[in-house]
């Protein structure tokens, strides 16, 4: 498989968001499964969409389209070999050792998951970390399967200033504004929304991770 070949499959390239100290892929917004209903929930950490504006929001209908076809991609039988190449393959520009799932967008469907999980057995050196708020694909996953070593799921609470309930063997994330910070404080606010060389939503150790709400 060469690199051309690789992003034909997914349907683009992979990540190179300002923030992640890492690589990370990304869905349309529009794709959200959950999202999509809390993004017009006052309150929650969906309403009003980081995703859906700045230049995403821009776009005219065809490139939402073609952003948005990038969830049809998965379906092809060589994508996780095509995404856990491009992922080998990476420049020196990110930390290879991490990836980040999903900047923008979130799991589609019980397949998607057991696609990416066969993506963190291609790349065994990286460690992977897959925010959602697709509580549902993860438990029906687990019911018959063990997540990789070097994958973290974090489920993301769906309202401000809440926690989402874990389950065994995944992690949580939450976003604090008027209560306290529950759990790990996220510091990247601190300085420019930025990770720098903090890893912690990689580590399994820390049950939650608190963003600040901005």
């Given at each position: 498989m060469t690199k051309k070949e690789a992003i034909k499959i997914i349907g683009g390239n992979l990540s190179d968001t300002s923030k992640m100290p890492s690589y990370?892929?990304?869905?349309?917004?529009?794709?959200?499964?959950?999202?999509?209903?809390?993004?017009?929930?006052?309150?929650?950490?969906?309403f009003?969409?980081?995703?859906?504006?700045?230049?995403?929001a821009r776009y005219k209908l065809p490139q939402k389209m073609q952003a948005s076809n990038k969830a049809h991609n998965i379906n092809n039988e060589l994508w996780s070999e095509a995404v856990a190449y491009l992922i080998n393959n990476q420049g020196n520009k990110k930390d290879k050792d991490y990836f980040?799932?999903?900047?923008?967008?979130?799991?589609?469907?019980?397949?998607?998951?057991?696609?990416?999980?066969?993506?963190?057995?291609?790349t065994p050196n990286v460690k992977h970390w897959l925010p959602t708020r697709e509580y549902k694909i993860v438990k029906d996953y687990l019911k018959n399967n063990l997540l990789p070593g070097n994958l973290t799921i974090r489920f993301s609470a769906h309202m401000?200033?809440?926690?989402?309930?874990?389950?065994?063997?995944?992690?949580?994330?939450?976003?604090?504004?008027?209560?306290?910070?529950?759990?790990?404080?996220?510091?990247?606010?601190?300085?420019?929304?930025?990770?720098?060389?903090?890893?912690?939503?990689?580590?399994?150790?820390?049950?939650?991770?608190s963003y600040k709400y901005h």
């Open positions: 990370s892929i990304n869905l349309s917004a529009l794709d959200c499964i959950t999202g999509s209903k809390l993004v017009n929930i006052k309150g929650s950490v969906c009003g969409c980081y995703a859906l504006k700045g230049n995403y980040r799932w999903h900047d923008s967008g979130d799991l589609q469907s019980l397949e998607h998951l057991k696609k990416i999980v066969e993506v963190c057995k291609l401000i200033d809440t926690k989402a309930i874990p389950v065994k063997g995944v992690q949580t994330s939450s976003v604090h504004k008027e209560t306290k910070v529950i759990g790990i404080e996220c510091k990247s606010y601190q300085h420019n929304n930025k990770c720098n060389d903090c890893r912690l939503c990689w580590d399994k150790s820390i049950d939650n991770i």
